[in-house]
């Protein structure tokens, strides 16, 4: 394992997540989307260099989450996460812009899913953050 990559993209990943959550305050639905996407990639990168893997370089947290044979809740929930890497930032992948198509409601369901992540595998990194 590499203890302080894994502990950099944690603590990265957890900041991303404490950002949606506070984009939803001030409106930035769209951004919220995003971070939470960015939260549970970098958690997923943390896990490979938990697991002593090279970190893959890539976006689909999908194909994140099949790799570390992750329980299929968690596959099919990285996802539905996975489009809004494109879809909340790009206007052009929509009729409407990003932000016209995220609401209170899609921004803070995108966060509950990201921390559905972080619960799951609490047990995994909880021992890099007691160091």
């Given at each position: ?9 944690l ?13 939803i ?19 997923l ?12 370089r ?45 609401d ?28």
């Amino acid at each position: 394992m590499n203890e302080k990559i894994a502990i950099k993209w944690l603590k990265q990943a957890l900041h991303d997540l404490e950002m949606a959550e506070k984009n939803i305050a001030i409106g930035g639905y769209d951004v919220a989307a995003f971070l939470a996407h960015q939260s549970v990639e970098k958690l997923l990168k943390s896990i490979f260099a938990i697991n002593g893997k090279k970190i893959p370089r890539t976006h689909y947290i999908d194909e994140l989450a099949r790799e570390l044979k992750l329980e299929k809740r968690l596959i099919d929930a990285a996802s539905e996460l996975t489009a809004d890497y494109t879809f909340s930032r790009y206007p052009d992948v929509s009729e409407n812009v990003p932000y016209e198509e995220y609401d209170e409601n899609i921004a803070r369901e995108k966060v509950t899913m990201a921390k559905i992540f972080f619960k799951s595998l609490k047990k995994i990194y909880n021992r890099l953050l007691e160091k």
